[in-house]
Nanobody
Framework: QVHLVESGGGLVQPGGSLRLSCAAS????????MAWFRQAPGKEREFVAA????????YYEDSVKGRFTISNDDVRNMAYLQMNSLKPEDTAVYYC????????????????WGQGTQVTVSS
């Protein structure tokens, strides 16, 4: 079993920045890839970014490239999403996810999910 807990969401003005954190724990967690997804009101959940546990490989959804950076800390079992130049359309609940399988994770059918943290971009 893997337990994921997100933090760091909040209200920010357009153009501002936020850093989301995801803490991973559990007896079976062992260097799994990590990802962030988001779900805006009335919309389906969508992929945002993913990182291999080595940190060497990352993958981003086109609309966040150049603005968001995903990273991880393999000592603390943490994953992060640094979000810069935020736009109102980034408003959503952001979820951390993990799975042993990279295709399953990026495809949105990963085995483990956090409860989500709200990000609101508004003036």
């Amino acid at each position: 079993q893997v337990h994921l807990v997100e933090s760091g969401g909040g209200l920010v003005q357009p153009g501002g920045s936020l850093r989301l954190s995801c803490a991973a724990s559990g007896p079976t967690f062992s260097g799994y890839p990590m990802a962030w997804f988001r779900q805006a009101p009335g919309k389906e959940r969508e992929f945002v970014a993913a990182v291999t546990w080595s940190g060497l490989n990352t993958y981003y959804e086109d609309s966040v490239k150049g603005r968001f950076t995903i990273s991880n800390d393999d000592v603390r079992n943490m994953a992060y999403l640094q979000m810069n130049s935020l736009k109102p359309e980034d408003t959503a609940v952001y979820y951390c996810a993990s799975d042993q399988s990279w295709p399953a994770l990026v495809g949105g059918v990963g085995a483990y999910w956090g409860q989500g943290t709200q990000v609101t971009v508004s003036s």
